[in-house]
């Protein structure tokens, strides 16, 4: 059965606002057209491959398009983001009444008392579901509260969680990539040295790859995996080699309009 993802189409995508440090020299730099090109080129190269639904996007809402921020889904249960910050805040509500509207049960993070800081969490950009061990890989550290962990449990009762250290790569998703073979595919300086250890603790070394600072920074590490295929917004000739050696295709997305605002391919997409 083919995948299925939610997209938002770029109408209103833009850098309008400064919320990490890819957005500082970028804000009212965005080239629409380009930016829908790269968008629908994105969205034709996918649909090939998986079924995507569309949001409707919504005017003042530049982010809307990084629809991985949405939320986390688990069969027929969303759970709703929290914005760390307010300008994206308002998305929030549209992305709710689209799971609702589609019959999905939504299970909303509580706000227990004993949480030392309010809770934030940014969906699928800071959790990533490892499937073959069903265990959950969770961001903190710029986005996400790390206490959210404890919010989740009925519902991924196995999950660890990796503390960022880079405000470059501040959501789990712009620097983690896990694959179907059970490899990983990261750039280490992204983590702290105790999260480091975590990875190479539940990666063999041969299950490792570690990516350079230029590949990371051309958001390698932000694909969308659909069986043996990466689609990505670049790769180095090296790594594409490398990753063919391990039997995966990486199929070269540019998304470089997108990533004036700090996301790649797999940001534009959450999985259904
Ligand atoms: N400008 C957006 C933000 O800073 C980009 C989000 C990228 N999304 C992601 N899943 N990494 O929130």
């Known amino acids: 059965m083919k995948p299925r993802f939610l997209m938002c189409p770029p109408d209103y995508f833009g850098v309008e606002y400064n919320i990490n440090p890819w957005m500082t020299d970028n804000l009212g730099r965005v080239d629409h057209a380009h930016a829908k090109n790269q968008w629908r080129n994105l969205f034709d190269t996918l649909s090939k491959h998986a079924k995507i639904e569309l949001l409707e ?24 983001s929290r914005f ?87 959501h789990l998703d712009t620097c983690f990539c896990l694959l179907p073979g059970g490899q990983v595919m990261y750039y280490p300086p992204a983590f702290s040295q105790e999260s480091h250890q975590i990875i190479e603790d539940n990666f063999a070394i041969e299950d490792r790859l570690e990516i350079d600072e230029e590949n990371a920074l051309y958001f390698t590490c932000n694909a969308v995996v659909i069986e043996n295929n990466l689609i990505l917004n670049h790769a180095s000739p090296a790594l594409i080699s490398q990753l063919a050696s391990l039997g995966y295709k990486a199929i070269l997305t540019p998304v470089d309009e997108f990533l004036k605002a700090g996301g790649g391919t797999k940001c534009l997409v959450l999985c259904l």
């Open 84 to 170: 760390q910050y307010p300008e994206r805040q308002p998305e929030e509500i549209h992305f709710r009444h689209w799971f609702s509207s589609k019959g999905y049960d939504l299970a909303d993070l509580a706000d227990p008392e004993n949480l030392s800081e309010p809770v934030s969490f940014e969906g699928e950009g800071d959790a990533l579901l490892q499937h073959n061990k069903n265990l959950l890989w969770m961001g903190y550290g710029f986005r996400t509260n790390p206490q959210t962990r404890d919010l989740i449990t009925d519902l991924f009762p196995q999950c660890i969680t990796l503390q960022l250290v880079d405000p470059r790569f501040y």
């Open 57 to 80: 996007p919504q005017p003042r809402l530049p982010d809307m398009v990084f629809t991985a921020n949405a939320g986390l889904v688990k069969e027929n249960t969303f759970i709703p």
